[in-house]
């Protein structure tokens, strides 16, 4: 299909959508403040202590499994002092997120989309450091978000996504082809025009739109690429929007593959297999990390 | 190889393993014998460990672990503990996500290649076969698809086994409930009859599609004639061998697989490091390999 007639589709599309949320400000101080000397994240302490319901997410957050601590922490300071600066910017990012989806279970159900963006983010930067790419928070971050797009299509395009879902039952199939052909457009186009909205960075905008695509990036090949793999990755490990997304995947014909192993030529020893284990045996960390987001906030 | 199938023993007084000690064994036997313990499975691996730790006399984890690291009774205890931990894998309709993946897309795909050509075969060889539960599952899966996917198609299963008396309960098809304990009711109603409480026969049209045989995968001569497989599966038997004979049996599986097939390792197990000219394609819930 076209690609300009599916970005036209995609921004009409998004005008249509009723009630679309705005982008916490938290949020966007954080993706504001990551290029800035650390000195100023200060500033993001400061806004999860003004922020209550704020400050009791990252508190659940910080006391899941997938941060281990050995006791239990009780107060935003001492998951300052705990994570250090770096990791409580991710932490305030994501809890900050949370309302954007809330109450915006479409087709595909919140929970799910929580648990396939934490993998992707946890992945990505897993593989992030892996390739030595310099900004492994940037990794982490993006794969937050890099579909946002579909929750909004699942949401607000309901009838289409569920005669698409059912039209590939039993059969595999990658969600990205599928909705050009139901929809015309894709969760890239309609979450590009989202993350415009929501004035992200180009570089964010561009892993939105290229997370499928990443030989087609200019800004960031590589970012685009991890996020590429750690998507796939996520989808045969059982983050896969609770089965809705059936991929099959041979790394060595996946073209981000290639872009990562020409910026990091050490990949191609990767061990595959084992790392496909390791981040079986990391899911139920992820599930239950999402669980104590939603704990108690009615998700 | 074979495998008994007796009900997992979860309880005992095991001595509680550190997830250090932990990490550093899964870390040995992942190098050693390129299977994977998952972390949902400490508990099993501690409660196997203790049987282990008695018999050698080891007081701690770490102990053992020096133990079976050392020399040659260091690999032979290595073996036993193997033996211990993959006890009751073998069962009908053991992998499930690996089932699905074949049936949705790996299955049609191939039928799809060889249909084109007119060559209207599959062949399928379960390698360590054990008492047949997989050949079996595979034959079942088949025999659904016998009237629209395969009709008009000769199916070929080939069970081996070094081990003689399996090769006899194969051939025989009597099954207790334990093996029969992940099959999906539809089809321990259409394929078994319980002839006594426990005691499933499995019904003749499955075991026609399947034959067995005594093989050992060492046997170079004798691995030469298993040919032109679509589908190969060797599931938990490759743990067993050292390096070098795994390369080479590895290989021998590598030729005697069409150049479209697939070949299928157990749900923990790696071939990382093992041959470099098999693939590794990614499904949900699994992995497998192809040219």
Redesign the interface.
Known sequence: MEKAAMMQTAQEMVASFVDLPTIPQVATRVIELLDKPGVELDEVADMILADQVLAARVIKMVNSPLYKPAHEIKSVKRALIYLGFRHIRELAFTCSFVDVFQGRDGILDIKSFWEHSFGVGVVSKIIAQRVRYPDTEKAYLVGIVHDIGEVFLSFYRQDAFRALLDSVQ???FRLVQKEAEFLGTSHNEVGLCIARKWNFPADYCEVIALHHAPEEAVLDPTLCAIVNIAD??C????L?YG?HS???????EEKAWSILKGYAPNLADL????F??EL??RV?EIQDMVKSIFQGIGG | MAFESKPMDMKGSAQKISDKDFEQLRDYIYNVCGIYFHSSKKYFLESRLSRRMEVTGSKTHAEYYQYVRGGATGSAELKKLLDEITTNETCFFRNMPQLNALENKFLPEIVAVKGKIGFKKLRIWSAGSSSGEEAYTMAMLLLEKRATLLKDWIIEIVGTDINETVIGQAKEGVYNSYSVRNTPDFYLKKYFKEEAPGKFVLSPEVKKLATFNQLNLYDDNKMLFMKSFDFIFCANVLIYFDAASKGKVVQHFYNNLQSYGYFFVGQSESLHGVNDKFKTVHFPGGFTYNK
């Open positions: 039993g059969q595999p796939l990755f989808s045969v490990c059982q896969d089965g059936w991929v099959s995947f041979n790394l060595a061990d595959v297999e084992r496909c284990y079986e045996d139920p």
